[in-house]
């Protein structure tokens, strides 16, 4: 069953620096999504991509947070610089047209700790 | 904006129970999706469940569109269940996004 990839898993870096996240969805899913979850708290939407395009990223922390979809495919999440409270789950989600609505599949997730 | 609310917020169960979670939503949707989260962060895929009932060996869900609920039932709990169990809808005025509710945290003790 074909799944959304995520790398690396796990990351730990001392605050200031920078890091990436690399998401490549389900093979056809035009839609890709970046989301951040706290723990005990449901995703919160950073970045969706239609394509190459984004819709939405109203939700980004534009002055740190940075996300390119090139190619229309895989995708990068960048933090520069990273601050303690960017510790979280980032997620990855591509989904496709089910009916009327697009339903959205998940990746293993990145753990972020910021030290 | 659309509000989305599940219940219980916390369930311990022993193994072998069944349980019911109940997500209600605050307008008409044309699409709900169930996940599990599982201990390591995964969120997995229930059911895509717009209306109707659907299961899935041990799992199934029921949506009421028009009453703007739907229930997830688990069987014959297993200790491998446990996690946070979540509901999510679209908004109104897209059909891509998802407004999440706060979650179902299902302990099952062996």
């Known amino acids: 069953e074909a799944e959304v990839a995520q790398s690396p898993r796990y990351k730990i870096t001392e605050k200031s620096q920078a890091v990436a996240f690399w998401c490549d969805p389900i093979s056809g899913h035009a839609t890709l999504y970046w989301y951040r979850q706290i723990l005990g708290q449901g995703p919160e939407l950073l970045v969706q991509f239609q394509d190459e395009s984004v819709v939405d990223d109203s939700q980004l922390p534009k002055d740190r947070f940075s996300a390119e979809r090139l190619k229309g495919v895989d995708s990068t999440l960048k933090i520069q610089p990273a601050e303690l409270g960017d510790s979280a789950m980032y997620l990855c989600?591509?989904?496709?047209?089910?009916?009327?609505?697009?339903?959205?599949?998940f990746g293993p997730g990145t753990r972020l700790t910021v030290t | 904006g659309i509000q989305v609310e599940q219940s219980p917020p916390d369930l311990i169960l022993q193994e072998g129970a069944n349980s019911t979670l109940r997500c209600n939503f605050s307008?008409?949707?044309?699409?709900l999706q169930w996940f599990h989260q599982n201990p390591w962060g995964q969120l997995i895929n229930l059911f895509y469940?717009?209306?109707?009932?659907k299961q899935n060996g041990r799992l199934s869900a029921t949506t009421v569109a028009t009453e703007r609920y739907s229930l997830l039932y688990i069987s014959s709990s297993q200790t491998t269940d446990s996690g946070v169990y979540f509901c999510a809808v679209p908004p109104g005025d897209s059909n891509y996004q998802l407004i999440w509710g706060a979650g179902t945290k299902l302990i099952i003790k062996p």
């Open positions: 469940i717009p209306s109707g009932t």
């Open positions: 307008d008409s949707v044309n699409n």
């Open positions: 989600a591509s989904s496709y047209r089910a009916g009327g609505s697009y339903e959205q599949y």
